[in-house]
């Protein structure tokens, strides 16, 4: 018998900005153009995904996914305060028409790492009037696009977007300020209930979600208090926050999504909240994370205390061997059976990511996708045999062709 129920949604993911090329009214433009910043190259033209969305689509349904997560630009939408531009809205119209005609069902995320100029010169999310000013983003949006969006993701990764912006410095504005970060994360947890709120007040339709990064967060030394210490502090914030504040009430959506990659392994010998790197010998990805499956397993069971029914809206892998992708796609969707069967209600799976893409200050070294792309031959799409593999899955329910290709 199959594993995964008949109409358990199966797709891959991407961001605007990662695939679509030519957003340069956003915050990120600036910051690969600038010389100080830790990012290695300018997106550019990304994979002209802006231009190809239709064939891409085709591509992905003709792999047998049913489903495909991508974000709306806020800087195209919005280029300044309160001007909307009405080409920009009917572009993203094309697009989910486009979804619906290939048969993929939209997840649709509203806020995906980039901000508008006018908007990060304001002060990003730290400014006074962020969420209001997001709540007529989102209601906007909404209005032109709420027919066509089946399910709506509020955020992206609020904890990531706190850590990068504000901590380590890695995304803009580059601060590096544990008070500043604390604020934007919880400033980004008001965040997803302004954004259900403005969706809720003009269509109903709509499956609203938050996408939460959990890392599995561990003690580098267990039972070391200082070591012990840091890790609940790191799953405080990570973790606990954006869970707890789901449980606290009130319209908090219809489901979270799960966004898993890798265990971080808190060293507190130096003073800090430091990471260790991957245990000496384990397997590891092209972003140096480390491969530990049964993270995933331990965070599906843990976001499912937030009380709602879950999507995987990210896992993947970056790595040059598409065979290690198989492994790792084999090794999670066994975690996730796994889970199901102890009665995890999970609705869907998105692989990261449905094409190699722009990963942020990283560029374009690190390949996540399903589907390859030749960016030296007119941006060429190569379907990798994990595509295929992933098909089969999608299309059966059963993990069987995958677990033999991983075997050999």
């Given at each position: 018998m199959?594993?995964?129920?008949?109409?358990?949604l199966w797709g891959s993911a991407t961001a605007a900005h990662q695939v679509e090329g030519g957003n340069h009214n956003n915050d990120w433009w600036d910051w690969e153009h600038d010389p100080g910043s830790p990012a290695v190259e300018s997106s550019g033209d990304a994979i002209d995904h802006l231009n190809r969305y239709d064939d891409d689509f085709?591509?992905?349904?003709?792999?047998?996914?049913?489903?495909?997560?991508?974000?709306?630009?806020?800087s195209r939408i919005e280029p300044a305060p309160g001007e909307f531009s009405r080409a920009a809205l009917d572009h993203y119209a094309r697009v989910?028409?486009?979804?619906?005609?290939?048969?993929?069902?939209?997840f649709v995320t509203l806020h995906h790492f980039t901000l508008p100029r006018w908007f990060a010169a304001r002060g990003g999310w730290l400014a006074d009037d962020a969420l209001e000013l997001f709540g007529r983003y989102v209601e906007r949006v909404t209005t032109a696009l709420g027919d066509r969006m089946p399910y709506v993701c509020t955020?992206?990764?609020?904890?990531?977007?706190?850590?990068?912006?504000?901590?380590?410095?890695?995304?803009?504005?580059?601060?590096?300020?544990?008070?500043?970060a604390v604020a934007c994360n919880a400033t980004l947890a008001r965040a997803h209930r302004t954004a259900v709120a403005a969706v809720r007040a003009v269509s109903g339709t709509p499956r609203i979600g938050t996408c939460l990064h959990l890392p599995y967060v561990e003690a580098l030394r267990p039972g070391d208090g200082a070591d012990e210490g840091a890790a609940g502090m790191a799953r405080a914030v990570m973790v606990d926050h954006h869970i707890e504040d789901l449980r606290a009430g009130g319209d908090v959506g219809d489901w979270v999504?799960?966004?898993?990659?890798?265990?971080?392994?808190?060293?507190?010998?130096?003073?800090?909240?430091?990471?260790?790197?991957?245990?000496?010998?384990?397997e590891t990805t092209l972003m140096g994370w480390e491969v530990h499956?049964?993270?995933?397993?331990?965070?599906?069971?843990?976001?499912?205390?937030?009380?709602?029914?879950?999507?995987?809206?990210?896992?993947?892998?970056?790595?040059?061997?598409?065979a290690q992708r198989v492994r790792y796609l084999e090794r999670h969707l066994t975690e996730l059976e796994r889970a199901m069967a102890d009665g995890v209600d999970v609705r869907g799976y998105l692989y990261w990511s449905s094409f190699d893409n722009f990963e942020w200050a990283r560029g374009y070294a690190p390949t996540f996708g399903l589907v390859g792309i030749?960016?030296?031959?007119?941006?060429?799409?190569?379907?990798?045999?994990?595509?295929h593999l992933f098909g089969e899955v999608a299309r059966s329910g059963d993990l069987a062709a995958l677990r033999e290709a991983a075997s050999r």
């Open positions: 199959p594993s995964f129920p008949t109409g358990f085709a591509l992905l349904a003709s792999l047998g996914q049913n489903a495909h997560r991508l974000s709306l630009e806020w989910l028409d486009s979804l619906a005609a290939h048969g993929l069902t939209a955020v992206n990764e609020p904890q990531i977007v706190a850590l990068g912006c504000y901590l380590n410095g890695e995304f803009p504005p580059g601060h590096h300020d544990v008070g500043e999504g799960l966004q898993y990659y890798t265990r971080t392994r808190m060293d507190a010998s130096g003073g800090g909240l430091d990471t260790a790197p991957p245990p000496e010998g384990a499956p049964a993270g995933f397993g331990a965070m599906l069971r843990r976001i499912a205390e937030a009380g709602l029914p879950v999507v995987v809206t990210e896992n993947g892998i970056a790595t040059a061997d598409d030749d960016r030296a031959d007119g941006y060429r799409r190569e379907p990798r045999r994990s595509a």
